[in-house]
């Protein structure tokens, strides 16, 4: 018998526990940094499990971290379930339905992603002490991956310091080691200050911080123009200072998301961002400061751990969806448009396939052409440790992300059986790599070779704390 059938084994006796862990954190989606019942369940889980745990790693209060066993290589796979706002929804009704008007919701499959981390981890946990393996297993439960850039904080702690290797997922519609493109990213608040006056009776003594913000933005979008055209820049007026029209607004902010394929890019472009803000500062007579809220560095690949990933898929092949499976994420096709169904092949480098409801495949490395594309703080972690991701099968082919649709799959038997999937692959790469020391040494060499010698600088720079909320909610 390989290593992989008795890890896979291990992972199934975990299937129900892990599927109610990834249920309740469903049940109580909570958003960036206010993860409270979700941390405090992958918590008791990893004790419950006989894990050693760390809590408020980081210094961020829902940041966890678990570790088992003693001595070899330090093997960690990451894991997530920060949720979305304005997302609340039913569960396995393919229509509209919240549960709370305005609530939140897990549209981006988080509690699917910590869950699933959670169960390989344990499984691997479970293989190393039956055989008395030298090595330790952790598991990092990772808050505020969303727009709350948790990791780089966590990197910029040394959480990740004595780390060989580091190994994550994300939910999608199809199964597969992801492409590791990315976007890094910088989110900036840009405040100004300007001078308050009548706007009839004395417009010249007013200084509009608000026409300092429109003019901001009319920079920035000629600034398009003379941009990589992989970069991405987007942008939000959070104050407007104001809603009287006879009142020249004395402050306003803007906050920017800046994006670039590569941490040098993104320092240079958000570099010439700010040009902008000081420009617009000038011709309105107001003043500017600014303020890095979050970021996130692009992911560095590793053909290695890509490949080796890739083989263990190969291996057990795609995830087992039934024909009840396949009829339900029909019935959520429905509500999606030929245009959101083609995108989701074509982004993974698949040909359409009309009346496809669920995975049935394992796309091959390096799948897609890398344009479309976001960012993710496991970026900021590939910097630092050999990191390698994989795509799990967990909805119906065409869903949207961050939408309702997603929301309402979470807990069909559908994304159960692709976490599991997931967890095996994850779970039997992490033992690869235990057992054969060579592939840890061709990892870090690959590494190595990748940044040649380009300095790391982590987006979230040292003087920015994370946003905490100030006190828990009620």
Known sequence: MKNSDAVWDLVEKKREAFFSLSDRVWDTPETNY????????????????????????????????????????????????????????????????????????????????????????????????????????????????????????????????????????????????????????????????????????????????????????????????????????????????????NVVQARATVRYLVRARSLPELLDLSARVRNVADGAALMTGTTVRSEIVSGDANLVGNTPLESLMHSHLERLGPPVFDEEDRDLAAKFQETFSKEDIASSFERFGLKVRRGVALCDTIFPPESGNGTLVGSTDVGTVSWIVPTVQMRGATYAIGTPGHSWQLVAQGKLPAAHKGMEHAAKVMASTALDLILKPDLIAAAKADHAARLDGTPFVNPVPNDVDPPLPEKRDA
Not at 225 to 230: A, Q, R
């Open 34 to 245: 206010k993860e409270y019942s979700a941390s405090a369940a992958h918590a008791a889980m990893l004790e419950a499990e006989g894990f050693r745990v760390a809590r408020g790693i980081a210094g961020i209060p829902t940041a966890v971290m678990g570790e088992a066993g003693e001595g070899g290589p330090v093997i960690a796979i990451l894991g997530e379930f920060d949720a979305l706002p304005g997302l609340s929804q039913e569960a396995g009704v393919a229509e509209e339905r919240p549960l709370v008007a305005g609530g939140n919701g897990h549209g981006c499959g988080h509690n699917l992603l910590g869950a699933g981390s959670m169960m390989a981890a344990t499984a691997v946990k479970d293989y190393l002490e039956a055989n008395r393996i030298k090595a330790r297993i952790r598991y990092y439960g990772c808050p505020a991956e969303e727009g709350g850039s948790s990791k780089g904080f966590m990197v910029r702690a040394g959480v990740f310091d004595d780390v060989d290797i580091a190994i994550s997922w994300h939910p999608a519609p199809f199964a597969g080691v992801n492409n590791p493109i990315s976007l890094a990213c910088n989110e900036i608040n840009f405040h100004f200050s300007g001078r308050a006056s009548h706007a009839s009776a004395s417009p010249h003594l007013g200084r509009s911080a608000l026409d300092a913000v429109e003019l901001m933005n009319v920079g920035v979008n000629y600034l398009r123009e003379h941009m990589p055209s992989t970069a991405r820049i987007h942008y939000a007026v959070t104050d407007t200072g104001g809603h009287a029209p």
